[in-house]
């Protein structure tokens, strides 16, 4: 995926490090009703994989982001574009110079709200950990090698959905 490749590039990895990475592709539907009206379609999260482009629906609002404080930022419809985030993979891939972003949806109307999503995932059999370009005495390694697949399963048998399951990879508490 070539902005997969633009993002490392950015930080001065050459290479094609998300070349054959798994995507997933997803269509959310929110059937919003009166009764729904204050309470969440989506409970917060990160998502798990390394990348996420998301079509949000054009009319219906929803998604809010946490900022680092805590508070919830709406982001509202803009028609036309495209909402880029970044996942757990990314934030270990990076040796944690990129955040993971929690976010959930708010029913904030009584409406249909569709949103389309692309994730990049990370390494299909390959472990994520950080290249040697990205560690150093200033930056020194923080999380353990996980293979994708055992890292989603990991957030799904603990329940922790916004990015406290990477915690259980620092280098620290091994
Ligand atoms: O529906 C949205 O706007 C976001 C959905 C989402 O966060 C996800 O599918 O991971
Ligand atoms: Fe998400």
Excluded at 68 to 81: A, L, N, W, Y
Excluded at 85 to 112: I, M, P
Excluded at 156 to 172: M, N, P, W
Aim: charged content about 25%.
């Amino acid at each position: 995926m070539e902005i997969g490749h633009k993002i490392s590039q950015g930080l001065g990895i050459e290479g094609d490090v998300c070349r054959e990475w798994p995507i997933q592709f997803r269509i959310n539907k929110y059937s919003f009703t009166e009764e729904s009206v204050g309470s969440l379609g989506v409970q917060l999260h990160t998502d798990s994989g390394f990348l996420t482009i998301v079509q949000e629906d054009e009319c219906v609002g929803g998604l809010e982001v946490m900022d680092k404080s805590g508070q919830f930022i709406s982001i509202d419809p803009i028609p036309g574009s495209l909402l880029v985030n970044l996942g757990d993979v990314a934030k270990a891939w990076s040796n944690g110079r990129f955040c993971s972003v929690k976010h959930h949806v708010q029913c904030k109307e009584a409406a249909t709200r569709i949103s389309i999503a692309v994730f990049l995932l990370g390494p299909k059999e390959d472990e994520v950990e950080a290249p040697p370009e990205l560690v150093d005495s200033d930056h020194p390694r923080i999380y353990l090698p996980f293979t994708y697949e055992g890292y989603r399963k990991r957030r799904l048998s603990t329940g922790l959905r916004a990015g406290e399951a990477l915690e259980l990879y620092t280098i620290q508490n091994a």
